[in-house]
DNA sequence: CGCGTCCTTGAACCTTTTCAATTCAGGTGG
DNA sequence: CCACCTGAATTGAAAAGGTTCAAGGACGCG
């Protein structure tokens, strides 16, 4: 039994949220970052809807039409891939003002499928309006194709993480770069509480969920963190960044 | 001593070499794809220069602005990125008619360095006038998007290789991954010349060059290649195909 | 309050790495 | 043209790091 509702009858678009942009708070993180107030109120009535994403409901999963690009409003989300054989791997943790979808524009069809890890809202944008306006918008386009770009650099740290990296380090990296993203979101800079499961870590990292657990329970013992089930507390991150740095 | 010549006095662009994408072979792979005649004149008009790049010299570093993105028009190239300690991780090889850079556009410098395996020669777009003409020509911006959407699908392959594979499923997909990109180019689907090291595979793969090799033997032994250094021949493409899928 | 899911921990096993010793290939200079 | 020399590749044996299998415990949700 998957625990994933599934593709399900995707919550109606609620009309009722009206796309504010300007007045959102993630406006100096997200899409519009840059924008002068003329051009983020187009993008505004572009972005069709905001949509809810329930915990555990899939907002696209691989194979979909590729039909629109999300952008994570409030919540978290996991996006995954899976291989011929079944076995899936997480490819990336998204949170609020981060984008979604984008590996959809290749082909048509998404590539990989993307899960509320807590009750969500997306922002919902065409992709054929946003191609359109990021004809008209100069500022619209060169800000979309860095975030394409942005895209790009992290699945290569992912990559650098996977194929050069201990378990030790790679967890280090894992926290390291969730706390550095909720920090720039205002967010407590030393504790965290995980959405994910181990086992979705570990499916990340390239590990078992044991080994995920295993080196908690070490850096904890270390007195490196403090780890209360899905609460972590960074008690030293300057130890934490070595571990990281050292080749050891 | 490192193996790359470095920076270097870059061999100063070559006006003598018109580039000329409407006759070029790669036309049906490479960034003009889909465009009609008109617009593949207008991006050849844009493109400045070809430029050869000799045998282990270096295109671009990590750090280096970023000007331009890069198509390699002939030859071989690996992209590195280098961990704060400085271990380096092969991020990927590209050959005729992939793009090169587009990690650059995102902070305006190079997040990994690219090297030629072999004596190349590649087609430089300033990305200014890139930008520009995506303003101008429909085409050309979907279908540049599209290219960078590719690249982010690919990354994410690669993930799925390094974080969920075993050493005999990495190899075999890696090969596999080759010869289907090969056979695209009209080369031989059975026989291979490796332009890379087994370190530089092992880096890319995430494994060690020991281990690269071990499993060369081994899929020797099993009948399944014929490896002579750096020439490999696929005997038994479909069962390498399987180790791929198989869970085992 | 109970059940299911998630997490932790232990022990044995296995894959891959590490270290070390040859062997091989290809390019250079005599 | 051959001998040499260097970087690359192969192979072996020991060690390490991670996985697998298994059992028990904690937590949260209904």
Redesign the interface.
């Known amino acids: 039994m998957p625990r994933t509702t599934n593709p399900a009858p995707l919550p109606p678009p609620q009309e009722g949220f009206k796309v504010a942009c300007s007045t959102c708070a993630l406006r100096q993180v997200c899409l519009p970052t840059g924008l002068p107030a003329a051009e983020v109120e187009q993008l505004e009535r572009m972005v069709a809807v905001r949509r809810p994403v329930a915990r555990n409901t899939v907002l696209f999963k691989a194979g979909d039409a590729f039909e629109a690009i999300y952008l994570v409003r409030t919540g978290f989300f996991k996006t995954a891939?899976s291989?011929?054989?079944?076995?899936e791997?997480v490819?990336g943790f998204q949170m609020a003002g981060e984008m979604l979808g984008?590996?959809?524009?290749?082909?048509g069809a998404h590539?990989?499928g993307a899960v509320a890890l807590e009750d969500s809202q997306v922002c919902v944008v065409p992709y054929g309006r946003l191609?359109d306006l990021?004809?008209e918008i100069?500022r619209l386009?060169?800000q979309f194709?860095?975030?394409?770009?942005?895209?790009?650099?992290r699945?290569?740290?992912?990559?650098?993480l996977?194929?050069?990296?201990r378990a030790e380090q790679r967890v280090a990296a894992f926290l390291i770069n969730l706390m550095r993203r909720l920090r720039a979101r205002g967010f407590s800079s030393s504790s965290v509480v995980l959405r994910m499961t181990r086992d979705e870590i570990g499916?990340?990292?390239?590990l078992t969920l044991e080994t995920v657990s295993r080196t908690f329970s070490r850096m904890q013992d270390d007195g490196l963190l403090e780890v209360r089930a899905r609460e972590v507390r960074v008690l030293k991150p300057r130890l934490l960044l070595q571990l990281?740095?050292?080749?050891s």
Chains 1, 2 share one sequence.
């Open positions: 891939a291989a011929e054989d079944g076995r791997q490819t984008m590996d959809g524009i290749f082909s590539a990989c191609e990021t004809r100069d386009r060169r194709l860095r975030l394409m770009s942005r895209e790009i650099v699945d290569q740290s992912v990559m650098m996977l194929g050069a990296m499916s990340f990292l390239g990281v740095r050292r080749s």
